[in-house]
């Protein structure tokens, strides 16, 4: 059996930056892959550096894609999706571990802003008119069936995590098919939540685990690239879900468990 438990993949795009303050003490044994999208600046010599398995891709697939390509080449039992800008506490992977006992699913730290405030990364069902008003919205919503729900203190059943840290078992993310690569940016990982609990599986956030987010999302900026890949998934996701374009859609009965867990506690 594998010495180390978990693979911490991490996908890169003229993130040197950030790379540059990551540490091996960081990910306390674990392995770390870095699949880098077709970097400019330093990003393979700093990954390389710090001593992570660099996968230098020729053209940028996209972040889908390119977690991927780490999912396939990881060789222990559970791996971490982990973006460039996410500081990981490694000895903390052992508390997600554990809140995947007997489970089937995705496992998700609590994410902090880089002051200290609770960043909802923990999510409820995605419906469009709920997405939008988020954008003008700021900190977590008491409602309980919200798109983001209440601060938690104990791992917690949600519909879906940000993908700037989501993992699970190895098997199962393969067994999922890992994340879906017609998803370049955006709304991959509202899918990813989706697809597990349409599997039998589940999400949880687990607020014993908290790890520092910067959150560089490109669309808070005018870029119009940004926003094309945006609108682009948006709409590939929604015709995918059309049932979550308004509430008063029923949801498919395949949510039912989804619907009866929402912010429940993951005892």
Not at 23 to 36: E, N
Not at 82 to 111: F, M, T, Y
Not at 200 to 219: C, E, F, L, M, Y
Not at 229 to 249: N, V
């Amino acid at each position: 059996m594998h010495a180390q438990r978990w693979t911490v993949i991490t996908v890169s795009h003229n993130s040197a930056k950030h790379l540059s303050v990551w540490l091996p003490s960081d990910l306390a044994g674990a392995q770390w892959v870095v699949v880098d999208n077709a970097s400019s600046d330093e990003s393979v010599a700093v990954a390389s550096e710090r001593g992570a398995h660099v996968i230098p891709l020729e053209d940028n697939e996209g972040f889908s894609r390119a977690n991927n390509r780490g999912l396939e080449i990881a060789d222990t039992d559970y791996v971490m999706f982990v973006n460039p800008d996410v500081r990981v506490v490694g000895h903390e992977l052992g508390l997600l571990e554990q809140s995947l006992e007997g489970r089937k699913g995705l496992i998700a730290p609590q994410l902090l802003n880089p002051d200290g405030s609770l960043q909802s990364n923990a999510r409820g069902f995605p419906y469009l008119r709920a997405k939008v008003a988020n954008r003008g919205v700021r900190g977590p919503s008491p409602v309980p069936n919200a798109y983001t729900g209440p601060p938690l203190t104990a791992p917690t059943y949600i519909a879906w995590a940000m993908g700037a840290a989501v993992g699970g078992r190895t098997q199962y993310l393969s067994d999922l098919g890992g994340w879906d690569s017609q998803y370049f940016l955006y709304y991959e990982d509202h899918d990813l939540g989706l697809r597990s609990w349409c599997a039998g599986g589940a999400v949880i956030v687990d607020p014993r685990v908290k790890w520092t987010h910067s959150w560089q999302r490109a669309t808070a900026e005018m870029s119009a690239a940004a926003w094309k890949f945006e609108l682009s998934s948006m709409s590939r996701f929604y015709r995918a879900y059309p049932f979550l374009l308004s509430r008063r859609i029923p949801l498919p009965h395949r949510f039912d468990p989804l619907r009866e867990r929402l912010w429940q506690t993951a005892a």
